[in-house]
Structure formats: structure tokens, C-alpha cells
């Protein structure tokens, strides 16, 4: 696998001008990028097929959780804008999964983009499991439970933190994809994620995909923290007993 494509650039702005600024300064053509809510659901779809027209490879981050009947026909509608990959709730259950993944196949031109389940958000720790969720079990049991279900359910992989990636591999296939937000380089502020790892720290962990977004999109240079990033997740130069 290209190792610039496993690097996904979290574009977390408002705007089209925006976006267009920002990669401008990143200065990666074709890069892999994420599309998340606050930038589709502000300028809708043509912002895919704007990236995609350009050449960017595109997951598109809308985490969608309804009943299945609702995520399929949306999915089928989501696949035709040509994204790369797509993600749902896996706390929306076996069955929702299972509608996601064939409403992509159908609605998929060629190709069907790469269906991803989210396990947990990596804002989510022990606590607030407990607390407020209401979920008394460990949190990497209920993230491997979930990543569990996904698999069954026919998703090609799931978000997760790097953390979890390994036991999830361990526990369905080592061919089921982690893509792993909640990515720092090791001089940055965790802000308002829980699990977070360096780069090098998740591909050592068993991660197949990183999303990044505040190391490069709000550092001085993201030009250079883009490289950093990259240099860092080809390194791996973290080890266990660090």
C-alpha cells in the first residue's frame, strides 16, 4: 500500500474556501482526505466530487446511525458521489451494518467505496462510558464487541483508536481494517481526544490508516507537519517500552 494514501488529512473547516486554502497550504496533490459533518452538511456533496475532480482520494466522515431501512437508501445515494470510503455507527446494530454495506454495493458506479463501522470516538474513555452511557463493561471489551459485529455484519473495518487496533485484528482478521483517528505527533496537545498515539505509535499498534487533523491543519507550517507526520508513521520508530 502507498504509504502517503494511509495518511488521511481531517479537513475540520466550515468552508469550500477554506478547504481549498488549507490544502493549498499542505501542498499534496492527490492526498488522501477526510470529509467530515461540518464541512459536507455546510456545502453538501459537491464538495466530494470537487476533491474527487482533483484527484484526492476521499472518506467521508458522516458516521450515520438510523434505522437501516434510512441508511441504506441513504448509502445508495452516498455511493454514487464517487467517495473512497464511508462510514456508519456500529452502535446502530448488525442489521443496520448489514443495509449499509448493500445499499454502497448497489449505488457504487464501479468500485464499492470501503464501508467502515465506528466502534467508539476516540473523545469517549471509562468514565464517560459508565457515566453517562450507561455501559458498565470495559471499553476495549465493548469496542471489540462492536468491531466483532462489523465483521460479521459484512463492513470492511472500523474506526477506532490505535489502541484497540491489534485486539480487533486479533479478535477477526488481520485483514479487517483499522483506521485510526485521535493522531499526535508527539509535541502536540491531545485537546479533546482521550486515546490518543503518534503516528509511528499507531502503525506499530496495527493500524492500516491514520486520520490526522489539528497536527497539520492548525501547525504553523503544514507543509512540513504533513511531512513530519508521514516521516514519522514510515519510521516507526516507537517501541513497546517507550
Not at 505527533?185 to 505509535?201: E, F, I, M
Request: glycine letters at 8%; aromatic letters at 6%; a negative charge.
Amino acid at each position: 500500500m502507498n504509504e502517503e494514501k494511509q495518511v488521511i488529512v481531517a479537513l475540520d473547516v466550515a468552508s469550500n474556501d477554506e478547504m481549498l486554502q488549507m490544502l493549498k497550504k499542505i501542498h499534496r496533490p492527490g492526498c488522501y482526505v477526510k470529509v467530515g459533518m461540518e464541512l459536507y452538511l455546510q456545502n453538501g456533496a459537491d464538495i466530494v466530487r470537487i476533491l474527487k475532480s482533483e484527484g484526492y482520494s476521499v472518506f467521508l466522515d458522516l458516521k450515520l446511525h438510523d434505522i437501516p431501512h434510512t441508511v441504506y437508501r441513504a448509502m445508495k445515494g452516498l455511493a454514487r458521489l464517487g467517495a473512497d470510503m464511508i462510514n456508519v455507527h456500529a452502535a446502530g446494530g448488525a442489521e443496520m451494518m448489514r443495509a449499509a454495506a448493500e445499499g454502497l454495493g448497489e449505488g457504487a458506479q464501479s468500485e464499492r467505496p470501503i464501508c467502515l463501522a465506528v466502534t467508539q470516538l476516540t473523545s469517549t474513555d471509562q468514565t464517560m462510558l459508565e457515566n453517562e452511557l450507561l455501559i458498565k463493561r470495559p471499553i476495549d471489551e465493548v469496542i471489540t464487541q462492536y468491531a466483532s459485529l462489523a465483521y460479521s455484519s459484512g463492513m470492511d473495518g472500523v474506526v477506532c483508536s490505535a489502541w484497540e487496533a491489534q485486539k480487533i485484528k486479533n479478535q477477526t482478521s488481520a485483514e479487517f481494517l483499522a483506521v485510526t483517528p485521535g493522531i499526535r505527533l508527539t509535541d502536540d496537545d491531545a485537546g479533546d481526544q482521550k486515546r490518543v498515539a503518534s503516528p509511528a505509535q499507531a502503525r506499530h499498534l496495527g493500524s492500516d490508516y491514520i486520520v490526522v487533523g489539528r497536527s497539520i491543519t492548525a501547525a504553523a507550517d503544514p507543509e512540513e507537519a504533513y511531512q513530519r507526520v508521514l516521516d514519522d508513521w514510515r519510521n516507526q520508530t516507537w517501541k513497546t517500552t517507550n
